[in-house]
Structure formats: structure tokens, C-alpha cells
């Protein structure tokens, strides 16, 4: 039986039909590589971050303790300051300080209230120490500011303070330079609340203008007040006495009184505070979009 032979050529002999598939399929992953090609795309994200007002209201020289035992005729550092702690934004900064009250001069032992002659003679409304329910009455805030004109980076004064306080029987109250008093305060609520009498007093950092009117002073991004509010506070001295219903007599201190000062900060962005990217540096004005909000 003879062995088949097999051809060599023959047997590796590619069909007309294997070789044109074979071109289609490389064919194909070339045109989806070129595909690819013109589809593909990058992508750029753009961060972009609000800017905010983030101010801190910090005293550097106040002692808490202070506050535990606080004696009449004496001074105590406290020194209300503003920090911008946003890296970008321009702030116009407020500060709003509550002090109680009360409306009976017979109460101060003050020497410099008690001074009726020359006030007197000055042509003032003179007030007697005898209780007296017909007697004029004044509103004399519990404590008076002490405004010594040094910055916020520098030790307290020491010695005397009397020179840097308003002696004056009323509200009037002494502030270091770039504080201005708003037009409308103090506010005096004791119509309203006469348990809890006190007058609100709403201050603005400025500056002078050329034509030496004052205006809002920017507070630049990371920076503080140059000055504090005011560097101390005095504690007037009065009269302990025990309360009189039939003479119409609240007793001091009263216990159910609320003898605290209290201190709020407020902040503003200082640009583009209305249409058409402009804004405004007077202190009423903007005082009134802040608190509108």
C-alpha cells in the first residue's frame, strides 16, 4: 500500500477569503484608532473660591477674672479690637457696645458729679443728694470708657486715667481716634425694658476725608483695628442702698439687674455694595445695608 504524499506548497497555501478577513480586521483596528484619535478630549476644572467677611472681635488686654469682683472707682484694662481673618477681602468694620444705666443721681458719689456750685454757676440743671421724687433726672451709664490713645499693640497706661474719660453727668462716653459715633445713638431703651435700662452705642472705624469728613476706613485683608474701641473702662462709684417701694427706690446693686457690658462685632464686605460695581464710605449708609441683612 503506497503512502499518500502530501504537497508542501499546497498545504500552506492561504485562501483568497482568510486573507481578506484577515485586511479587514487590521482594517478595522486601524480606523478605530484613528477614531479614538479625533475623539479624545482633555478636561480643565477652574477652582474658584468665594470670598468671605470672617472677622474676630479679640480684647489682648482683658482678663476675664476681672469681671469676678468688679469694685467701683476702679480701672480695668479691656480694649475691643477687630481682626480681618479673611486673606482677601476689604472690610468695614462696626462695633455695637451695650452699657446699663440709671436715671437717679442721687445714687453717684462721684466727685465730679457732685461738683453742683460751679455747675451751678455754669448755668446747669443742678441735682440735690436728698432723695427727692420730683427731682431731674439724668441717664448716668454704670461705666464710662477710658480712651487713652494708644494702640492696639501697646501696653496700658498706668498711673491716672482720669484725664481720658468723660467726667460729664450724661451718656457721653470718650473713644480712641478712628472711632466715630454713629447719628441716632446712643439708644436708650429703658422705656421699653425699665428693669433692664441701657443705652446702645454703635461705633464705625473711619477716616477723615480732604475734605475732613469723616468715612468708612477699609480694613485690609489679615490686618486689625489700629487702634481698640476704647483701652479701659471705669466703674463709677455709687451708692449701695436698700430698695424703698413707697419712695419709688430700686435698691443698687440689684439683684435682678444684668450689670454686664456687652460688645458686638459686624463686618461688611468694603466693594461693590450696590449696582454697577460702586459702593459707598458713609458709615449711616452702610450701617443700614448691614443690618438690613
Not at 73 to 98: A, C, G, H, S, W
Not at 236 to 255: C, G, M, Q, V
Not at 259 to 288: C, H
Request: charged share 25%; net charge negative; proline share 6%.
Amino acid at each position: 500500500m503506497s503512502e499518500k504524499t502530501t504537497d508542501p506548497k499546497k498545504k500552506y497555501k492561504h485562501s483568497p477569503s482568510l486573507t481578506a478577513s484577515i485586511i479587514l480586521v487590521f482594517l478595522g483596528i486601524v480606523l478605530l484608532i484613528t477614531l479614538a484619535m479625533f475623539a479624545s478630549f482633555d478636561e480643565v476644572t477652574n477652582r474658584f473660591e468665594a470670598g468671605k467677611v470672617d472677622i474676630v472681635l479679640e480684647e489682648p488686654h482683658w482678663d476675664p477674672k476681672d469681671g469676678d469682683e468688679t469694685v467701683p472707682n476702679t480701672f480695668l484694662d479691656k480694649d475691643p479690637t477687630i481682626v480681618n481673618k479673611e486673606d482677601t477681602v476689604f472690610t468695614y468694620v462696626f462695633l455695637e457696645v451695650t452699657v446699663p444705666y440709671d436715671d437717679d443721681p442721687n445714687l453717684i458719689i462721684e466727685k465730679a458729679y457732685q461738683d453742683y456750685e460751679n455747675r451751678e454757676n455754669a448755668g446747669e440743671v443742678v441735682y440735690t443728694n436728698k432723695q427727692d421724687n420730683n427731682t431731674a433726672k439724668n441717664h448716668v451709664p454704670y461705666y464710662k470708657f477710658v480712651a487713652t490713645g494708644q494702640k492696639v499693640d501697646e501696653d496700658p497706661v498706668t498711673g491716672s486715667l482720669s484725664d481720658y474719660y468723660d467726667h460729664g453727668y450724661d451718656k457721653t462716653q470718650n473713644v480712641n481716634p478712628r472711632w466715630a459715633l454713629l447719628k441716632g445713638y446712643p439708644i436708650d431703651n429703658g422705656d421699653t425694658d425699665p428693669t433692664n435700662k441701657t443705652f446702645t452705642y454703635v461705633y464705625a472705624y473711619v477716616v477723615k476725608s480732604d475734605v475732613n469728613e469723616l468715612e468708612l476706613a477699609a480694613l485690609p485683608a489679615t490686618a486689625s483695628t489700629e487702634y481698640p474701641l476704647f483701652n479701659q473702662i471705669y466703674l463709677l462709684n455709687f451708692r449701695e442702698r436698700e430698695a424703698d417701694a413707697e419712695n419709688n427706690i430700686t435698691a443698687f446693686p440689684d439683684p435682678a439687674r444684668d450689670y454686664s457690658i456687652k460688645i458686638n462685632a459686624y463686618g461688611i464686605q468694603a466693594n461693590y455694595l450696590r449696582p454697577n460695581n460702586m459702593t459707598t464710605v458713609v458709615p449711616d449708609e452702610v450701617w443700614e445695608m448691614l443690618k438690613s441683612n
